[in-house]
């Protein structure tokens, strides 16, 4: 049987509600989390577990790009099934495959039927497909995969309105974190830089992707100067839906926290800024055992 985020849900939540949980972003401040000394649900982002499986073990891993990690590709798979409890895989996965997209599709359900894989949308609001249409729609209709996290979101609060499809995968590691309704929520490694040369990877000797990993390397040393994906309306965007999340949170009465020193989410109300040992104290004082 395919998992499915929506229907998973209640279930997930039984499991996992109320519980410390903490997501982790690639960037090199992430390795603070060794001094944490309490137990909480790891949501790992992008590439997170190939990086370090010790900083795990992993209760989700959340994906949301067609490189890495996708289920059609084997080697990816085994780092699927042995780097986490759930992975959370998104129609995006499908985004560079411009042809043979029926054939992708049937090795991808052959490959995930009866694994660890939960099948999640972040794209298809209303259950519409997107405007042109993209082969993400194709992945959508093939698997039926029902609502997406910002209209399950919504329906939450009862709000009219979401976050948008966001610029970055850690929006919506935060948000699936909501859903499950984690609480508190700490953040971790997540610091949208804006130029490449500020755009550092924890462990970046690990090449999750091998040669092309390494030629990404290349480009951002030859180009320091150029803006990554983050940059100009995308990060205002970004910031705009780590505020709308953070507003759901806050009316759920779930607590959220950063670990980073210094990272544009620290400036997002209902986003508390706090230190690795504060967030120690914290923990013992709430006397919560996960």
Not at 39 to 54: H, Q, V
Not at 196 to 215: D, I, N, S
Request: aromatic content about 12%; some cysteine; glycine content about 6%.
């Amino acid at each position: 049987m395919i998992k499915k985020f929506d229907m998973c849900l209640a279930s997930l939540r039984e499991c996992y509600y109320g519980r410390a949980g903490l997501i982790l972003g690639s960037s090199p401040s992430i390795k603070s989390i060794k001094r944490l000394s309490f137990p909480c649900i790891k949501l790992a982002l992008g590439d997170l577990p190939y990086r370090n499986k010790n900083l795990g073990p992993f209760d989700f891993w959340v994906s949301s790009n067609g490189y890495y990690p996708l289920p059609q590709n084997l080697r990816h798979l085994k780092h699927i099934n042995s780097l986490c409890k759930n992975f959370l895989l998104s129609p995006a996965c499908v985004q560079l495959n411009t042809s043979n997209i029926t054939e992708v599709l049937g090795t991808i359900e052959n490959y995930i039927t009866d694994s660890n894989v939960i099948i999640y949308d972040q794209r298809h609001f209303d259950k519409k497909a997107c405007i042109p249409r993209e082969t993400c729609c194709d992945f959508y209709k093939h698997f039926e995969v029902g609502k997406c996290i910002q209209d399950l979101l919504k329906l939450e609060v009862g709000d009219a309105k979401s976050y948008g499809v966001s610029h970055t995968v850690a929006a919506h590691g935060f948000a699936i974190a909501v859903l499950l309704k984690l609480n508190p929520i700490f953040i971790a490694g997540v610091n949208l830089p804006t130029v490449w040369k500020e755009y550092r990877t924890y462990r970046p000797f690990k090449f999750p992707m091998g040669f092309k990993t390494l030629r990404f390397n290349i480009y951002k040393v030859r180009n320091p100067k150029k803006t990554t994906p983050f940059s100009g309306y995308a990060f205002a965007e970004i910031l705009d839906d780590f505020s709308y999340i953070a507003s759901v949170a806050r009316r759920l009465g779930i607590h959220i926290y950063s670990l980073e020193k210094d990272s544009p989410i620290n400036n997002v109300r209902g986003i508390d800024k706090i230190s690795v040992m504060d967030a120690n104290l914290l923990m013992h004082n709430y006397g919560q055992n996960v």
